[in-house]
C-alpha cells in the first residue's frame, strides 16, 4: 500500500461504482460479483502509470466494497478480479487482466477490441 494514501475503509455496498463522498472527503468503490473470490483496487496517475494496488477489505453478499479517503472526483482507477476460471461455466476470471468498471461514467485513454477482451473462449469454441 502506499504510504502516502490512508487504508482503505470498509465503505459501503450501495451505490454500485465509485461514488465521492464530500462529507467524509473520500471515495466509496462498490463491485457486484457473486462469483469472486477477491477484488483488488487499481489507482492510476493522469498519465496511466499505475499509483497503487489494494484489496478491497469488505463484503456484503455479493458486493464488494471499500472507501479510500483522500481520493477526488475523476480519479482513475480499475479492478483486478481472482476467481475461477471454468469458461464452460461462464466464469473467466483472471487478476493479470484489468476490468473496467460497468458503472463507470467515463474512462480516459485507448481501447481497442482485441480477442483477449472477448467473452468468447476462442480456444475451446466449437
Known sequence: ???ERPPLWPG??????????PLRGGVN???????????????????GA???RVALPARTGPV???FV??????????YRVAGPWEPARGARFNPAKLVLDPYAR?????????????ATDTATAT
Request: net charge negative.
Open 1 to 3: 500500500m502506499s504510504a
Open 29 to 47: 468503490f462498490a463491485l457486484w460479483s457473486s462469483a469472486a473470490e477477491s477484488v483488488t483496487l487499481c489507482l492510476f496517475d493522469d498519465t
Open 69 to 78: 479517503p483522500g481520493l477526488a472526483p475523476g480519479v482513475r482507477y480499475g
Open 12 to 21: 459501503d455496498p450501495v451505490p454500485l461504482g465509485a461514488t465521492y463522498d
Open 106 to 118: 467515463a474512462i480516459t485513454g485507448d481501447w481497442t477490441a482485441d480477442p483477449a477482451t472477448s
Open 64 to 66: 464488494w466494497h471499500g
Open 50 to 52: 499505475e499509483l497503487d
